[in-house]
T-cell receptor
């Protein structure tokens, strides 16, 4: 597609529930990233995929958060036993390459706003 | 990666140049300076990046001081659509791919 697509755009859930957020990157982009943005803050890195594998998951806050990219294209961010503190905008980005200076030229989606009641 | 310091907010008159400063005094030799912006309710948008030479593209110019300890992003003719939060990010070549530290950025308000 023309840009990075994220679904759903908005998700409201109850504390303790499981949620999945989907990201469809730009076709041909090998690198994919998840970020989280809380109100009034800049985006914070969660995880980076190069192809199908997670090359850097150092930003995942705890083991309730997990992400997959089984075929090297679409990715799903999974959050178990959601807590109110998980409420944020979850941003996905992709780039043409995961190496060199171009690796940090990211194209972001519009984000999925998660609200945990 | 080096830490950056930016003013919290700035105003600019429509049609005038917007000059957004960034301090990165601890930058190391292999670290690039990247600029992104985020318009309200949208994801961040890449603007420009540079290592030590000044850079220009269709969106902006990036001026990096000779000692590389600071830089300025220049929007030559600001429009109302340039109202956004602008983030200056320093990241090393070959490491921490895509792990960008955004900070709080500078909120630029372009006024008519």
């Amino acid at each position: 597609g023309a840009g990075v697509s994220q679904t759903p755009s908005n998700k409201v859930t109850e504390k303790g529930k499981y949620v999945e957020l989907r990201c469809d990157p730009i076709s041909g982009h090998t690198a994919l990233y998840w970020y989280r943005q809380s109100l009034g803050q800049g985006p914070e890195f969660l995880i980076y995929f190069q192809g199908t594998g997670a090359a850097d998951d150092s930003g995942l806050p705890n083991d309730r958060f997990f992400a997959v990219r089984p075929e090297g294209s679409v990715s799903t961010l999974k959050i178990q036993r959601t807590e109110r503190g998980d409420s944020a905008v979850y941003l996905c980005a992709s780039s043409k390459t995961g190496t060199g200076a171009g690796a940090n030229v990211l194209t972001f989606g519009a984000g999925s706003r998660l609200t945990v009641l | 990666d080096a830490k950056t310091t930016q003013p919290t907010s700035m105003d600019c008159a429509e049609g005038r140049a917007a000059n957004l400063p960034c301090n990165h005094s601890t930058i190391s030799g292999n670290e690039y300076v990247y600029w992104y912006r985020q318009i309200h309710s949208q994801g961040p948008q890449y603007i420009i990046h540079g290592l030590k030479n000044n850079e220009t593209n269709e969106m902006a110019s990036l001026i990096i001081t000779e000692d590389r300890k600071s830089s300025t992003l220049i929007l030559p003719h600001a429009t109302l659509r340039d109202t956004a939060v602008y983030y200056c990010i320093v990241v090393g070549y070959g490491g921490s791919q895509g792990n960008l530290i955004f900070g709080k950025g500078t909120k630029l308000s372009v006024k008519p």
